[in-house]
């Protein structure tokens, strides 16, 4: 014989032992007590198998130094760490018809399934293929030994036949007890049980100091014994059917037969995954929770392990004994098994975030990378503010990739673009561009961004970074439903895009290769080589320097960013992430959409009505905005200064004790030695003054940076 | 394309994007040395480095594509990494683009009639698709 680790001390076990035949046949409870079915139903041989807790030992064949410990005592165990969550790899099969079960059922419907010519496949977990959930789709999650299976099936059949009732009596915690099938597959594997009683209905107790000693029955005897065998009838076992409401489930076998409910138990442990007892249900009863799901929620019955498997009958008694009605069943959750994370982990995926072309040079440069709008960007390389000023003062560099940027082309390309927008587009000319808000059928701000105009019938459009997979479902829908002909290129991962900003950056374009009279002024952008590079060159401003953003082939990225950096490298060129960006704007009072606006922010609110042109005939949002414009509006986005450190983002803005708003942007600006910041005031009158922090702020006009713009313009 | 040009690993494909009418599309003539993936009834992505034209729409948008990343796919790898990551069923006919998220990724398989398949992903997420079928790969080597 070979041995397994049993809490610490090696045991023999046969060949073809299970786990928990091992530990009985070391004369021990595979877990610390209770009924043992030996068929995976219930939860009463639960251990630690190799460092996994909530491992079923009549499930898991014993192995040579396999190491087992029970759970602690009246406690969880310890999930484990990582080592026990390991990656777990994922197969997706296909099948028009999964048949759960290999029994004589089981049998029958996949020979019936074949013959009507179906793809049937059959799952047991004797063969190792433990069904574990069922979800919409339809798909069955099992667990086998080479990973988690997603099998996705047209039609479900469960032929898992029906699980033997445990006792609901006092004393059905001890050792000893066994389901008539469990005795017989342990006689069966040569282990002796010693004197034993055979107990139905008649059982009233079972007694005993930690293994059972005697039984207590209806007509007043009591039988010794050393093990007790129940004949206690059985119940469907249909966890799996009432998993998945939604999915086609044919329910066949015993499974779908009906069985009588067991009497009301009047004591004892009912539910064995929680060790709740008859007492336990008898108290939220009191209390007033007198329904099934009530006493579910209330008690945590049924919430375990078997999800209801071995409990549901007993529960289903007592509420029916109390309330005078047979409750139905209630809805099981996966899974039904306990789960390691990397099995629940299985097949599944965080978010994409995705790279910028110029994503190692970031690196190489030491910058902290910061998640932001779907994408990994620069939140700075190591000194914010030396980042700010190569802005205000010199020239820097900042990776814009991330932007959303769209090719609209067709003959009706204006007359969508001005249905779009709120802003007049008709009269752009070629070569010009315009800042411009996207609205909502509601007139709240959807996103923001520039219109360009290629030729009389072509623009590029450009997005926030966050906003551009909306943008684009936007702009396609629309067209879609207007029935126009246009036709869309997102160009957001295939074009790379570089912010040169900073009074020096006329000058490093010059060395660039950009004559002064190849670029462009303020709102132009064309097209040339920058450093070599192919470019569309767009002259605008977020950060308040004049700025050049330079759209180009991806593959051009690193070359042009280095380029450029070396070439500025006399002129004091630093990149700048994020955090000095933010702090830019800020001080320009530019707005970041989903940052400083709300999900209902209208112009009018971020006081950017300018933006909008209501003599336009339509526009998506226009009947909105016309509709509200005459109505009192207590919301409004404002600037505010104030003496010391910058307050958080999101702290409250108060006036005279009362809330009234939150900041949505604010920085510790290097230049005015305060904090500046922007932030909601949502009750009428405005104040002039408010406290954020404990500290006075003052309404501040913006732009707080330049408000002629005119270093934008130079 | 020719094969050759088609790496080990996921590398940045030389091609044009072409958005037009379909039947535009339809009735275009591609570069002889060129592959040509059509995305949708009115894109179509061709893998060369021959500019295309499209005579037939005068709005036709025709530009440069680097965009895209590329690993040509044995037999063998096709059905793991469809059987490993790809929830969703593959198209029985061949040859056909397959369009889906590939281990949470958003890709592309154009599958052909021996069974190998071309994987098209955004350069941009071609790390994460990368590190999330490399173990797979790793099995079919």
Known sequence: MSRVVYDGAPIEYAQGDSLALAALRSGQHPARGGTLCLAGDCGNC????????????????????????RHPNGSHPSPGGAEHHAHVAVRHRSADHVVIGSGDSGVTAAAAARAAGDDVLVLDAGDGNEVIGVFDGPTIVVRTTDGVHQIHAHHITLATGAAELHPVVPGNTLAGLYTAKAAAAVRGAGIDLGRTVTVGAELVAIR?????????????TTHECDSVIFDLGSAPRDVLARMAPMVPVTVVGPAAAAHALPPCPKAGVLCSCGKITVEDLDGVWAKGFQELELVKRSSLVGVGTCQGGMCMPHLRAFVADRSGTVPEPFTARPAARQLTLGEVAAGYHIDTFRRSPLHQEHLALGATLDKFGGWFRPWNYGDAVAEYWAVREAVSLGDVSTLGKMIVSGPDVVEVLERLYPNHVHDIKVGRSRYVLILNERGHILDDGMILRDAEDRFTLTFTSGGASTAEMWVRDWIETWGLRVHVLDRTVSHGAINVTGPLAVEL?????????????????RRGEVAGIPCHIMRLSFTGEASFELHHQIDGSVALWNE??????????????????FGLRTEKGHIIVGQDTELDSSPRRVNMDWAVKLDKPWFVGRDALLRTAALPDERRLFGFTMEGPAPYEGSVIRVRGEVVGHVTSSWDSPLFGKAVLMGWQKRLPHADVVEIDGREAHVSPVPFYDPEGARARS | MPAAEIVSTLEILRGWRIIADPSALDSATWPATSRVVRISPDDVYVIGSVEPA???????????EMGFAGVGLSPAEVTAIAQEHIEWPLPSMRPALAQGQIAGVPAKLELHVDGSALLLVACAARHELEARIARTLAGCA
Do not use: N
């Open chain 1, 46 to 69: 639960v251990a630690i198998v190799d460092g996994t807790p909530w491992v079923r030992t009549c499930q898991t064949t014993a192995r040579a130094g396999t190491v087992v410990k």
């Open chain 1, 208 to 220: 005993g100091e930690g293994t059972v000693s005697s039984v207590e029955l209806a007509d007043g």
């Open chain 2, 54 to 64: 499209v005579p037939a729409d005068p709005y036709a948008i025709i530009t440069p």
């Open chain 1, 564 to 581: 450029l950096m070396e070439l500025g490298r006399p002129l004091g060129i630093k990149p700048h992430g994020l955090q000095a960006l």
């Open chain 1, 509 to 525: 374009m010059r060395r660039a290769g950009v004559s002064d009279d190849d670029r462009p002024k303020f709102l132009q952008h």
